[in-house]
Structure formats: C-alpha cells, structure tokens
C-alpha cells in the first residue's frame, strides 16, 4: 500500500513536469535577478541602516536604559499584528489549486501543509536575524554590548520568531471570534508596557530582557522562551489538521484576486478584497427618524461598528498618530518635520476606516439624486462622523503628548491637520478607474517609467496628506499658529477644488 509520504512525493513529481514547469534556464534567471537586487539594493539598504543606527540621537535610544523594554512592546505588538493578519491570510498560503490538490484529499493536513507552514517559518525567522543581527552587530561593534549578549539576543530573536509563525498560525485556524485573540494580545502588551512587572512573564518580555548591554543580561529568560517555542512548535501538526479547506480556498481566492489587481495598478482593488466583513449588529437600525445631521452620523457610526475590530484598531491609530504628530513641537533628538509627516501619513491611514459614507457618496456622484440630496450634501453630511472621530483623537493624542513638553499653542495646527485629513478622504474617494494613459510605456534613460506614474496617481492622496500635515505642523513651529492655519485653510482648499473636478468628471 502506498505510504502517504510516496503519494506526497508523486504528487510533486507528475506537478514538476507540467508543461509550465520551470526549466534549468528560468531557475538561472531568478537566481540572477536575486544577486542583482541583492547587490543594488540589499545591501546599500543594510548599510543605510548601519550608518543610522549609529547616529548618536538613533544610538542613544539603543543604549538607554528602557531600551530592553520598548524592544519587547515591540514584540508584543507584532505578535497582535500577526494574528490580526490571520484573519486574511496566515503562514499557509496557498493558490486554490494548491488548495484543492494538498488540502482537499484524505491525506491529513499535518503531513501536506507542513512544507508551505515550514517555508512561511524560515522567511520569518530569516527576517528577525537580519534584524537582530543588524542590532546586535552595532551594539557588539561600538563596544556598548558584549559579544555573548549580542549572540543571545540573537538567538532570543529567532526563538521568538518561530513562536511569532505559530501564533498567526493559530488565529488563521480560528473561523469564528476571530477578534479574541489579536485584542487580548494587543491589550496584555499595552498592559505590560505600562505595568513594568509583568514583562517577566510574558515571551515578548523574555526577548526584551535579553537586550544586549554592556553589563550583560540576565541568560535565565532563554530558558522559558526556548521552552514556550517547543510547545508551541509540538501544536502546529494539530492546528494544521484544524485549518478548513473552505477557509484556505477563500483565502488563496482573495490573495490570487489582489494580486492581479495589484499587477494592473489598481490597488484601492488589491486592498478592498481584504475589507473586514461585518461580524456585528446586523440588527441594529442604521436609518432612523433623528434629524437629519444626526441621522447620517449615526447611520455611518453603526457602519463602522459592525466591524468591530477594523472600527477599534483604526480609532486606536488615529490617536496614536496625532500623539507622533504632537511630538513635532517637544525638543528631541529628532528634527521637528519628521514626526509631523510620520503622523499625518499614519493618522491619513488610520482614517481611511471611518471614511465609508464618502464612497457611498462618489457611487451616488454619477446617478440621479435619488435620496432627495445632491453630491455635495451627501459628502457633507458623511464627513460628519469622521470629522468628529479625527477632533475626538487630535485632543486625545495631545492630551497624552501633554507631559511631554507640547505646548497648548500647537492645539490648533494639530486640529487643522485632524480637518485637512478629513478632507484629503474626501478628494481620495472620487478618484475613479486608473486612467488607462498611465499604463502607456514611457522609456528613459533608466527605463521604463510608467510604473512611478502608476505609483503616484496611487498614491496621491496619502503623499498630499503627508506633506500638506508636515508643511502645516513645520510652518507652526518655525512661525506662528496663525500661519499654520493659513497653510491648512489654502491647502484644504486646493484639495475641495481638486475634488469639485473629479466629481465632474463621474
């Protein structure tokens, strides 16, 4: 009888000789383009990275004291981020084919899935080395570590990595209450940020206790962590028997579909087929009898908590982002533009969650007002909501940003950006189909550069909502508030004019 592991290896034998199977010559090609781009951008990158991270401001904050603890809440949230990336797509990432072929037979799952999951790991944990060893080797080099905790801290790195592997592995299992976990991961790790104690018990805190100093660190968090990575590596076999092949089919469908979006440079499509489904209040009452400004506020607030965990997470970034913001006017290691484009460019896509009503407004642009409401009430009536959500967290990240130094005179320029943000949405939710003009080859010197043409009509949105937030917050510090709010009013007006245009061209 035959076994299931020479099925296994039939199956990949009869696959390699298909008639597209790659030949000797293509494995060439990719191995050649690999060393290329290693040598043109791997490493100028790496050595960028090298050359910052020995700046004095960069260093400083490697060599504080708390630096151990920020490196684990950093750990802590990429685990969060791994299992809310589960719900989209998990370590097992496989084509429908594939899906169908290795999932959809009475092989068990732990045997035919465990190369793509083994596969998923190594880049992972390829990843966090280079990563580690970047920091490491900068530490070890300047005399501020010793060479046995750089090695460690390495090691420590890799181990949680794995770790990192099987947890997204475990949300991608999940069909149902897929919002626990990423939201009790997200909360003990902001619990643990703030409660120092309680890092010791948890694995992002182990990896942060083994931070390279140059006293040396404690070994003994290696030993739980090390442990943790075994128990959670003897788990995947039964968590791969749990993936659902409906699940693994659905996912493979969207990321196929995403891609051959992406590949015409249609990414607003790419992205929408991972739009979170609602999960919640479907009998809730969207359209009520309030008056009329409080009725579309509460019809777009119920809109955006039917997905729960998008709504949340999304609110969450906006503050967090107007706190970077606010740190443009604190006196630090950093130039004050940095922090006030940073935090426009987040808080820009933080929004993007609670500006649904604007599409639904561009849809309506085209057809009669069928409603009893022209184009322009409909924008103005949905920017209600997510211009109060961006007031709501422009005063709370100040208010946070408080102890920190920032003056009560940056309350406005912050303010004015939270609005112009609002308003960036609504110019970016008419932007239409990609002009197919684009996509016309324009060869230069360096070649073909229709792809940079694709990339900023993309984009445009997202880059005049960074420099339009950078040059307000810029304006401010160097002047006065009153300038700021002068930049921010001719900027938004630039914007509603540009927006007034692609509304008549629907």
Avoid at 452 to 468: F, G, H, M, P, R
Wanted: with cysteine; glycine share 10%; proline share 6%.
């Amino acid at each position: 009888m035959t076994s299931v592991t020479d099925r296994l290896k039939n199956t990949r034998g009869i696959y390699r000789t298909r008639g597209m199977a790659r030949t000797g010559k293509d494995i060439g090609f990719a191995v050649y383009i690999v060393a290329m781009v290693t040598l043109l951008l791997v490493f100028p990158v790496l050595s960028w990275t090298v050359l910052l991270l020995v700046e004095p401001s960069v260093f400083s904050v490697l060599t504080a004291p708390r630096a151990g603890h920020m490196a684990g809440v950093v750990c802590g949230l990429m685990l969060a981020a791994a299992t809310t990336a589960g719900q989209v797509g998990g370590p097992v990432a496989l084509s429908p084919f594939f899906v169908t072929l290795l999932a959809g037979t009475d092989v068990p799952r732990d045997q035919t899935l465990r190369r793509p999951f083994i596969a998923t790991t190594i880049i992972v944990a390829l990843g966090a080395l280079v990563i580690s060893l970047l920091l490491s080797g900068v530490l070890v080099f300047t005399g501020a570590s010793s060479f046995l905790a750089g090695l460690v801290f390495v090691l420590a790195c890799v181990a949680f990595s794995v770790l990192f592997a099987v947890v997204w592995l475990a949300n991608q299992c999940m069909t149902t209450w897929t919002w626990v976990l990423p939201t009790v991961l997200l909360g003990v790790t902001v619990l643990t940020a703030v409660v120092d104690p309680l890092m010791v018990y948890m694995p992002w805190g182990w990896v942060g206790g083994l931070w390279p100093t140059e006293t040396g660190s404690p070994l003994w968090p290696l030993i739980p962590l090390g442990i943790t990575t075994v128990i959670g590596g003897v788990c995947v076999p039964r968590m791969l028997n749990a993936l659902q092949g409906e699940r693994l089919r659905e996912q493979g469908q969207q990321w196929r579909s995403a891609s051959t979006a992406a590949e015409a440079g249609d990414f607003a499509t790419a992205f929408a087929g991972f739009r979170a489904k609602p999960s919640l209040g479907r009998r809730w009452t969207a359209v009520s009898r309030s008056p009329l400004f409080a009725r579309f506020f509460l019809r777009d607030l119920i809109g955006a908590m039917r997905t729960p965990v998008r709504c949340l997470a999304g609110v969450g970034f906006l503050i967090f982002a107007y706190w970077v913001t606010a740190l443009a006017f604190v006196s630090g290691p950093w130039p004050g533009w940095l922090p006030a484009g940073i935090g426009a460019a987040l808080g820009y896509l933080a929004l993007g969650v609670l500006c649904d009503g604007f599409r639904h407004a561009a849809e309506a642009a085209g057809s009669p007002p069928l409603y009893g409401y022209t184009t322009a009430q409909l924008y103005l009536l949905h920017s209600l909501f997510p211009l109060a959500l961006s007031l709501v967290g422009a005063v709370i990240g100040i208010a946070l940003a408080a102890h920190k130094g920032v003056p009560v005179g940056s309350v406005g320029s912050v303010v004015a950006v939270a609005v112009l943000l609002v308003v960036v949405h609504a110019y970016d939710s008419a932007k239409g189909p990609l002009p197919m003009s684009l996509l016309t080859p324009a060869p230069s010197p360096v070649g073909d550069t229709s792809g940079l043409a694709v990339l900023s009509w993309q984009a445009d949105a997202l880059l005049i909502a960074t420099i339009a937030g950078t040059v307000v917050i810029s304006v401010t510090t160097t002047e006065t508030v009153f300038h700021g709010l002068l930049v921010a009013v001719l900027a938004a007006g630039f914007v509603l004019i540009r927006l007034r245009r692609r509304l008549a061209g629907l």
